[in-house]
């Protein structure tokens, strides 16, 4: 089954730009035609949307991230990105992206992004 890794995680100061990735493998069709998304979980919460990107690149945003956050998709590497900037506190928590490739959905393990001076 498709497997998801993120990477790019760590202690980040307020303010900071770090990148997430998220690369698939063992996909059973073609990456180009999975809708991707970034989800995150802070502590204490339930887990929430941050940001999508359609098969088509058609792209959308929670409203707590909109205008900082960015998601984009290289389909030639099974990859796909979350640009993070000007960070804050609020933002702690764990990334996990999540891939859907109709009508499966598939979940990688997680990145902890900490913002902290």
């Known amino acids: 089954q498709v497997q998801l890794v993120e990477s790019g995680g760590g202690l980040v100061q307020p303010g900071g730009s770090p990148r997430l990735s998220c690369a698939a493998s063992?996909?059973?069709?073609?990456?180009?035609?999975?809708?991707m998304a970034w989800y995150r979980q802070a502590p204490g919460k339930q887990r929430e949307f941050v940001a999508g990107?359609?098969?088509?690149?058609?792209?959308n945003y929670a409203g707590s991230v909109k205008g900082r956050f960015t998601i984009f998709r290289d389909n030639a590497q099974n990859t796909v990105y979350l640009q993070m900037n000007s960070l804050k506190p609020e933002d702690t928590a764990v990334y996990y992206c999540?891939?859907?490739?109709?009508?499966?959905?598939?979940w990688g393990q997680g990145t902890q992004v900490t913002v902290s001076s």
């Open positions: 999540k891939g859907i490739d109709y009508p499966n959905d598939y």
């Open positions: 063992r996909i059973i069709g073609s990456f180009n035609n999975m809708d």
């Open positions: 990107v359609t098969s088509t690149r058609r792209t």
